[in-house]
């Protein structure tokens, strides 16, 4: 095994993980920033994300406030969201459009010159910044290259992180496994950054990437560290019929309708007021909703579908402002968007949950205590700042909010805790990692199980148990198959023994962490007795805010996982009926 020694290493190269990077390297140049990803280059999926970043960027000109934006946070995440998060996010968000503006994303304007914003769902003004529907191709190319001018930067790609190191609540480094020669490192470092995205692939349909498996959330589990909120999953209304591609909200952002098999615009009957720009879990429950009292298209006759209309739009300006669109329905589709309907239904998008955090993003364990040395950002995190729904485009002021706050945490604490020698507790914890994942390879059995016989019917319960209806017969059948998957995975045999680019591996690696992050999921699923943002009960259909407006937290003591509750943060803004 290699031993790496870094002052702080960041997990994850999406948008969350290259801010916090750069943060940490400008905080000081004696430090030595390590970035440890499973992808190469800026592949990260931030790169799909295509509608914009929320940002309050002219209050005099659009009569917007960072106590508005905060306020629709609040609302749009069904006040299960920390109002101190929402207001911090608010306030923040524009001093990281300006600093992603200055490296040289070059941002859609105005003919003014100003930066030109759109209304999102869920939003009372136009606050979402963009570059045309490509914004996280363009902020990712244009971070990545500035984080690789940064000298005290250094990238390992193709690193699949197998476990953290994490001992008497003390964070010590990652164990990965470097893809291309086959090694297992140990990232040593007294200070760490969590920013592995989410893990839209515990699902059949999604618009999340492959590679957005979730795996370090259980890796997180394993070491005692809690999940909250993981019941909430967003999904999101848009996903492209059938590859799942998502079409972003920026479309209905223009003005695209969502029509159903007779030509209505059915959103009238659920969300009145703001229509195709009510929140996104409005939106997919609506589009469900059609399609059970047979109102939608069948794909195939199995996927049911509706129509996104964009065909009373000036085509000029679709060409300016939403040219992925143009070539994703015409590639993946076959269809003309200017003169038919684009096939679009609901995939899994984003995980509302994720890993325990403080405000400042500093992962806290079930009682409130910091793991020392240890901070998360972006959708891997629950900070709690979209509650249980997020509105579009709050996410990418997300990432780079906590991404840049959790970065120069990291670098403080590490300019005044260096590397100590390495306890021998320590290095036994990382060459017993090394044996373990290793193990499956020098085994001789043939047949048994495959790794992605077991990924496949993973996908297939939490399709069923954690969709976007659910009931308590469904979820509990969902937890009881994951019951027989955890100690299937154990068992699985694999066919390919080399070291050098074994995916099979990789999937049975990902597998060891998705199969208890997505029963921490279940179980948020199965206790919450109400519907709640994207958590929606057919057998309890009302938010119940007298018993229920709390966080969920799912944590590991030994096999047993624990399930406990934590307050919601309401300073401003007390439950209300939620209306669009």
Known sequence: MEFITCDVVVLGSGLAGLRAATAAASVSEKLEVCVVTKVSGPRSHSISAEGGMAAVLYPEKTGDSPHLHAYDTVKGGDFLVDQDAAMLLAESAPGEVWFLEKIGVPWTREPDGSLALRRFGGMSKPRTVFAKDKTGFYIMTTLYKYARGIPNIKFYEEHLVTKLVVKHGRFYGLVAINMRRGEVRFFRAPAGVLAAGGGGRMFKLTTMGHLNTGEVLGFALREGIPLKDMEFVQWHPTALVPSGILISEAARAEGAYLVNRLGERFLKRYAPQQ??????????????????????????????????????????????????????????????????????????????????????????????????????????????????????????????????????????????????????????????????????????????????????????????????????????????????????????????????????????????????????????????????????????????????????????????????????????????????
């Open 275 to 580: 229509m195709e720009l009510a929140p996104r879990d409005v939106v997919s429950r609506a589009i469900a909703m059609e399609c059970k009292a047979g109102r939608g298209f069948t794909w195939r006759g199995e996927l049911c579908y509706v129509g996104l209309d964009i065909r009373h739009l000036d085509p000029q300006r679709v060409k300016e402002r939403l040219p992925l669109l143009l070539e994703l329905a015409k590639t993946y589709a076959g269809v003309d968007p200017f003169s038919e309907l684009i096939p679009v239904a609901p995939a899994v998008h984003y995980f509302m949950g994720g890993i325990n955090t403080d405000l400042y993003g500093r992962v806290v364990d079930a009682e409130g205590n910091w793991i020392a040395g240890l901070w998360a950002a972006g959708e891997v995190a629950s900070v709690s700042v979209h509650g249980a729904n997020r509105l579009g485009s709050n996410s990418l002021s997300e990432c780079a909010v906590w991404g840049r706050l959790t970065g120069e945490q990291a670098a403080k604490y590490a300019l005044e805790h260096k590397v100590s020698a390495l306890e021998e507790r320590i290095k036994n914890l990382a060459e017993e990692e090394e044996r373990r994942i290793f193990y499956k390879l020098a085994r001789k059995e043939t047949g048994g199980t495959s790794a992605s016989w077991v990924r496949n019917q993973l996908q297939l319960a939490m399709m069923k148990g954690a969709g976007i209806f659910r009931d308590e017969q469904s979820v509990a059948q969902a937890m009881a198959t994951l019951t027989k998957l955890l100690s299937a995975v154990k068992e699985v045999n694999m066919h390919d023994v080399s070291r050098v680019y074994n995916m099979e591996l990789r999937e049975v690696v990902e597998l060891d962490g998705m199969l208890p992050a997505a029963y921490a999921i279940l179980l948020g699923a199965y206790f919450r007795k109400e519907s709640r943002g994207a958590h929606y009960r057919l057998d309890h259909q009302h938010r119940d805010d007298k018993n229920w407006l709390k966080h969920t937290l799912v944590y590991r003591v030994g096999d047993a996982y624990v399930t406990t509750y934590t307050p919601v943060k309401i300073e401003r803004w007390p439950p209300e009926i939620r209306q669009y």
